[in-house]
């Protein structure tokens, strides 16, 4: 890989990305937004790349599929524009095509100031080289208010090939 992405989301030089760690990307969620629901898990569809080597990240899905055989390493992030509830249960996970979770994250609001209002959860997948996809998703117990953060220094999902 050579470049840079700069600081703020701005990008600074020419990603390349080639050889035994391709396809490989980098995407961020644009904008704010309300998934409207509690109780229930929802996908964080990143739709702005950094950048994707093979276009093999859909914007539109929040799925990569590299459709190259090998191990892959994938994170996750997610934020949250407002205030924690109290008792109240945050989780993330990067599921598979067979909707297995592959990686996962919780924090529990309990009584109290200074809550965290970020996950990331990372993992290294074995992918088919056919079937394989990855995509990130979000879950909130309570708080039908909760916005997921979106911007650059946001929710994001990232992944690329290990080169083993």
């Given at each position: 890989m050579s470049g840079i992405i700069?600081?703020?989301?701005?990008?600074?030089?020419?990603?390349?990305?080639?050889?035994?760690?391709?396809?490989?990307f980098s995407a961020y969620r644009?904008?704010?937004?309300?998934?409207g629901t509690t109780g229930s898990w929802y996908n964080?569809?990143?739709?702005?790349?950094?950048?994707?080597?093979?276009?093999?990240y859909d914007t539109s899905t929040g799925i990569f599929k590299p459709g190259v055989y090998g191990k892959y390493f994938l994170?996750?992030?997610?934020g949250w524009t407002t205030q924690?509830?109290?008792?109240?249960?945050?989780?993330?996970?990067?599921?598979?095509?067979?909707?297995?979770?592959?990686?996962y994250s919780v924090i529990w609001r309990g009584v109290g100031p200074n809550d965290p209002r970020h996950l990331?959860?990372?993992?290294?997948?074995n992918g088919n080289g056919t079937t394989s996809y990855w995509q990130a998703a979000a879950y909130q117990t309570s708080h039908p208010d909760t916005?997921?953060?979106?911007g650059t220094f946001g929710s994001r999902f990232s992944g690329f090939k290990l080169d083993l």
């Open positions: 700069g600081g703020g989301g701005s990008k600074s030089g020419i990603i390349s990305i080639s050889g035994s760690n391709a396809p490989a644009s904008a704010s937004f309300d998934p964080i569809y990143c739709d702005t790349e950094y950048f994707d080597s093979h276009g093999k994170t996750a992030h997610v924690l509830l109290d008792n109240s249960e945050y989780h993330m996970r990067i599921t598979d095509h067979t909707d297995t979770i592959v990686a990331e959860c990372s993992c290294i997948v916005v997921i953060y979106g």
